[in-house]
């Protein structure tokens, strides 16, 4: 992250040295070898290249020119073709170090965001079972992307699409009927084919019989009817409950059946027909994605009257612009990759901006020991819940766990680190980093060891004190990036490098024992990183204990 002075004063330079044109395409970086100094830009060769002049000499023109405070720079130097480094002061650092200090626990808050509203919906799981290990890793991802928007000051509903409607409620309607008739004792009755086998739907079959006795044995239309509002709030109370223990609540249950009462369905059909894009075939609806750049057209409304699941995606989604939102993002499991185009071509040709609506696509879970894949809890002898997972590893684990790898990356859930009590886990590691900075502050309270928190901390020199400000100055900027890449990862990983930070600078440099005013400018970084640790850990939804 370039100080703001250094971006002020390339400017200036370039437009003095008639180079105004460039000026929108200066871009800053950190070297990857730290003696090139702290910050890099290669916009002289952009220059030389575009004007067929030696990059190099325009690198020199452009450093005999630029005018910063000298207090804050230690060296500017062009190096290789025409790279322009610059080594920024240890009083730049400390003065840092105070601003990041005085920002206390807003430090990388933004106000980015402003006036901005942004929705985020993820879970969104049917009612008609439990939480497995896919929804989970959604769901923590989903809750950190709001959580990273919120941070930057955006205005964030978090929205989970409550599907409610549709065959797949029938299914478990007969599935769980077909379970309490053979509780009733007949054990023959027919389950059917492609009906629900989870342990989950005898649970609810013996709790209807033992509430209720035969009364629904009938099988009429309004006892299924029973068994599927039954099923549904049972399965969705589970959902809920399983993501509280994760620290995950939405803002909006979004019904899809209001689609439908409120005719927004037929809305959609309707617009789409003026538009020419709706025909029928076979007795079904069609929708000509072929016309909207698509490869082949789909059936919107079956022959039967039953719309597919495009249709209500599409007016769900165009519910979502009519309430305002500038950025919609939806969290989806890889494999609704082939059908978000469609929804995507659909909004488009209702008139929406879809540049809008973002679309991340996380990949599977995989649960492994020692190498080896577990399908089987040891406790149930069933496949993994995620319930049963948070039970038996806890819920920062298995949130930090889900987002440690990048989205789109495959993920193997090691339970044996999982299970690690040591600084293995990756989660352990940071907090041990926090609990162990609360511990510096106890004994300093303990000993009766007073620090200022108004000294000068020009007295930093040591280079892993260095390394650690350093450090901590990317944390906005890791912040913004994670948002804006839809990458929580991101911002584990920093937190890591902060964590080994923190760690290498305490075995090098004493805070209790030293003398004033290392003492206390110690005290101040130490405090700092304990704020980032904190604001970390809380936007990835995982605690900061004071004690391990």
């Not at 379970?179 to 005898?202: A, N, V």
């Not at 319930?387 to 766990?401: A, K, Q």
Request: aromatic residues 12%.
């Amino acid at each position: 992250m370039e100080p703001e002075f250094i971006q002020k004063a390339f400017e200036n330079t370039l437009k003095e040295l008639g180079f105004e044109n460039f000026v929108n395409k200066i871009r800053f970086e950190q070297p990857r070898n730290e003696q090139f100094g702290d910050i890099a830009t290669n916009i002289a060769l952009l220059i030389g290249k575009e004007k067929k002049e030696n990059p190099r000499k325009i690198a020199e023109d452009i450093t005999s020119k630029l005018s910063f405070d000298p207090n804050l720079i230690d060296k500017i130097s062009v190096d290789g073709p025409g790279f322009i480094n610059i080594k920024l002061s240890n009083l730049f650092f400390t003065q840092e170090l105070e601003r990041m200090f005085n920002l206390g626990e807003n430090y990388g808050k933004s106000s980015k965001g402003s006036n901005r509203k942004v929705n985020v919906e993820y879970v969104s799981a049917n009612p008609t079972g439990l939480l497995h290990l896919g929804h989970g890793r959604n769901a923590c991802i989903g809750d950190s992307i709001a959580n990273l928007y919120q941070w930057l000051g955006y205005d964030v509903t978090r929205e989970y699409y409550f599907n409610n409607a549709g065959r797949q409620m029938q299914i478990l309607a007969r599935s769980i009927y077909a379970r309490y008739r053979q509780l009733l004792g007949e054990e023959e009755f027919p389950f059917p084919e492609d009906g629900y086998f989870g342990d989950y739907i005898k649970d609810i079959a013996k709790e209807i019989a033992e509430k209720f006795g035969d009364q629904y044995k009938v099988e009429t239309a309004e006892n299924l009817e029973f068994f599927k509002k039954y099923g549904e709030n049972w399965c969705f109370e589970k959902i809920r409950s399983t993501l509280e223990k994760l620290n995950i609540r939405h803002d909006l249950f979004f019904n899809e059946d209001t689609l439908y009462s409120t005719g927004k369905i037929n809305e959609v059909i309707d617009i789409l027909k003026q538009k020419g894009l709706v025909y029928q075939k076979d007795g079904a609806l069609w929708l000509a994605f072929t016309k909207l750049g698509l490869t082949e057209d789909r059936v919107i409304v079956k022959s039967s009257g039953e719309p597919t699941y495009r249709l209500p995606d599409i007016a769900y989604h165009r519910d979502k612009f009519e309430r305002g939102f500038d950025l919609i993002v939806d969290i989806l499991g890889s494999d609704h990759i082939a059908t978000v185009p469609d929804v995507i071509a659909g909004l488009g040709a209702l008139g929406y901006d879809t540049s809008k609506v973002k679309v991340v696509f996380h990949q599977f879970v995989t649960l492994t020991e020692n190498g080896e894949q577990v399908k089987m809890s040891k406790r149930s002898g069933r496949s993994y819940t995620l319930d049963e997972l948070i039970s038996e590893v806890g819920p920062d684990v298995v949130r930090f766990f889900f987002l440690m790898r990048n989205v789109s990356s495959h993920l193997e859930f090691d339970l044996g680190l999982a299970r690690e009590q040591s600084e293995k886990n990756p989660v352990y590691y940071l907090q041990y980093a926090y609990a162990r900075i609360c511990s510096i502050f106890d004994t300093a309270k303990e000993r009766g060891i007073e620090f200022n928190f108004e000294a000068n901390t020009t007295c930093l020199e040591h280079p892993q004190e260095l390394n650690l400000i350093k450090v901590q100055r990317r944390f906005p900027e890791v912040i913004e990036i994670a948002a804006e890449k839809f990458e929580p990862q991101i911002l584990a990983d920093y937190l890591y490098d902060l964590a080994t930070a923190f760690h290498t600078f305490y075995h090098n440099c004493r805070i209790i024992g030293s003398e004033e005013p290392i003492l206390s400018a110690r005290f101040k970084l130490a405090k700092v990183t304990q704020t980032i640790l904190k604001n970390g850990l809380t936007i990835l939804g995982v605690s900061a204990p004071t004690r391990m």
